[in-house]
């Protein structure tokens, strides 16, 4: 099992960037796979982006592709999602998700599939 925390939520304009962070602890966090869900209020947790063990796969929702990437360090025991062109539908609590994998280059994409969740981290877009 791993301990995730996110970081780097917050308000801004529609078209603006923002950096979410994810901090893991545990020794096992490098055979997870990875991923970014989010939650609007009133609507289901959906996938945002996920990244394999190996750093080697990644995928993205459609809405996401081309605006958000998904990366990670080992050596800092870190999951990073950059989003860019942030519209007024991205507006919700984003959350680290984590998923040992046994160095399978398997993603996840169900949140019922899920083996760890992080507190989530609010973001929020103006128009």
């Known amino acids: 099992q791993v301990q995730l925390v996110e970081s780097g939520g917050g308000l801004v304009q529609a078209g603006a960037s923002l950096r979410l962070s994810c901090a893991a602890s545990g020794r096992t966090f490098t055979t997870y796979a990875m991923g970014w869900f989010r939650q609007a209020p009133g609507k289901e947790r959906e996938f945002v982006a996920a990244i394999s063990w190996s750093g080697s796969s990644t995928d993205y929702a459609e809405s996401m592709k081309g605006r958000f990437t998904i990366s990670r360090d080992d050596a800092k025991n870190t999951v990073s999602l950059q989003m860019n062109s942030l519209k007024p539908e991205d507006t919700a609590v984003y959350y680290c998700?984590?998923?040992?994998?046994?160095?399978?280059?398997?993603?996840?994409?169900?949140?019922?599939?899920?083996?760890?969740w992080g507190q989530g981290t609010q973001v929020t877009v103006s128009s």
């Open positions: 998700a984590g998923t040992p994998t046994y160095y399978s280059e398997k993603l996840y994409y169900r949140a019922r599939d899920v083996s760890d």
